[in-house]
């Protein structure tokens, strides 16, 4: 039983995360920024797989924040083993129409979000020398979106610090490494109508959107012993598209 801290798990990916987690047992924190009544439900339904779950608000892209969700974490469970860095936002419009403030805010929900929980777990990883750190990113950091520049930008900041952390942390027995994900079935991608979903799944070589499922499932063999001599990659699950 491992204690798994999951940032942005109330809805969506992290939450699709969080169940193949708690449905081996372990130790589970989640997170959210603002819908505290969403994240209460989803502790809820995730009580009915595994007791030991607690849900806790916090903005991950303050560091402050950020320190009182490791701190009460540890309270409760202990050191965080293994970090889902999942917490984030979009934006979708011309770069040249934002404004500074969502520029920065899209900057600090994808990639300082993920920055500073991973300096919060880091230190007692390292005492342990075990530890898993996965990051959830994008396949427009890879090949970069129209219309989403900055946070095509803040994603492509996550893979190259997945890399460099990987590299730093490898010989203290720390694996660090990132899911790059294509199209998928949540909320982000709510704003595209039924025949925009279309047209892009026809664009996607296995002709779908992805299921949440699916990246919950990859996360939980990237933290297993399975993988155990896989780190710094930043593996796209995108049905084909890169």
């Not at 708690?22 to 969403?38: F, P, S, T």
């Not at 007692?124 to 989403?148: H, T």
Request: charged letters at 20%.
């Amino acid at each position: 039983m491992k204690t798994i801290l999951i940032t942005g798990s109330s809805r969506g990916i992290g939450f699709a995360i969080a169940k193949k987690f708690a449905a081996q047992g372990n130790k589970i924190v989640l997170n959210c920024r603002e819908d505290v009544a969403q994240l209460e439900r989803a502790a809820a339904e995730i009580q009915a797989i595994e007791k030991n779950i607690r849900a806790i608000p916090a903005d991950v892209s303050n560091y402050a924040e950020c320190d009182r969700l490791f701190t009460e974490t540890e309270a409760e469970f202990g050191p965080v083993e293994i970090l889902i860095n999942n917490a984030g936002a979009a934006h979708f419009g011309l770069f040249s129409e934002m404004k500074l403030c969502e520029i920065e805010k899209i900057l600090s929900a994808n990639l300082l979000s993920a920055i500073h929980a991973s300096h919060r777990a880091v230190p007692n990883m390292v005492r342990a020398k075990a530890g898993c750190i996965i990051n959830i990113s994008s396949i427009w950091a890879i090949a970069g979106a129209s219309c989403e520049v900055v946070y095509s930008a803040a994603k492509a900041g996550i893979n190259g610090f997945t890399k460099a952390l990987a590299r730093e942390l490898a010989p203290s027995g720390i694996r660090v490494n990132a899911i790059a994900c294509g199209a998928f079935e949540t909320r982000m991608n709510d704003r595209l109508s039924t025949q925009e979903k279309i047209a892009f799944a026809d664009e996607i070589p296995l002709g779908r959107f992805g299921d949440p499922a699916e990246a919950g499932e990859l996360a939980v063999f990237l933290a297993s012993d399975a993988a155990s001599y896989l780190t710094g990659q930043i593996i796209p699950l995108d049905g084909g598209v890169t």
